[in-house]
């Protein structure tokens, strides 16, 4: 599901916002660069507020962003939607007991950690990130959840590079975007 198709008009203010860098951080990588839309509040706003109504009344109780992006857009929708916000770290960056999943990514290997205790059994999860390349983090995000019983209920991403298929690694799982970059 994408808000492009839902024709909001704030989708096209949002997509002009967004910034893209060539060449970065390897040749042939077209950076979708986020810190330009955190320059405009409306948009930024807007682009809260889309997710929000989305998920408002959905019953979910843990907002999963992944970092570092999914921290600038998790916290905010997990206040307005009465969830706990769970961060989704990098290695090394947590400081008590973590459950971990390794993931390969459009550009090398990695893996996120996150707390244990910090998504229980039965949670109802959504997991939040700024982009969608080739899946693999998501991908992650879920198993890491799914494991200690919670349920995922849908991702959510700010953007989508649908030429790289990501949509299809996630075994049907509902994932929904504000805009593609092609």
């Known amino acids: 599901m994408s808000a492009l198709k839902d024709q909001d008009p704030r989708v096209h203010s949002i997509k002009t916002k967004i910034r893209v860098v060539p060449n ?3 040749p042939g990588i077209m950076f979708q660069d986020i810190t330009t ?9 807007d682009t809260i507020d889309m997710f929000v109504e ?7 109780s843990v907002v999963a962003g992944i970092e570092a992006r999914g921290f600038i857009f998790g ?3 997990a206040l307005a939607i009465g969830a706990k916000f769970v961060p989704l770290r ?3 960056k947590l400081p008590a007991d973590v459950l971990f999943e ?3 990514l459009e550009y090398g290997r990695d ?4 707390h244990v205790g910090a998504v229980e059994q039965g949670d109802r999860a959504l997991v939040v990130d700024d982009l969608i390349a080739t899946g693999g983090t998501l991908c992650a995000a ?22 790289l298929q990501g949509r299809e690694r996630l075994n049907g799982k509902p994932l929904y975007v504000l805009v593609e970059s092609h």
């Open 142 to 163: 879920m198993s890491l959840l799914e494991r200690v019983g919670a349920e995922v209920v849908e991702c959510a991403c700010l953007i989508e590079l649908p030429d």
């Open 24 to 26: 970065f951080p390897k």
């Open 54 to 60: 989305r998920y408002k009344g959905k019953n979910i």
């Open 102 to 104: 390794e993931y390969t």
């Open 37 to 45: 839309l955190l320059l405009d509040p409306k948009a930024f706003k």
């Open 90 to 92: 990098k290695p090394r």
């Open 75 to 77: 916290p905010p929708i």
């Open 111 to 114: 893996r996120l950690e996150m």
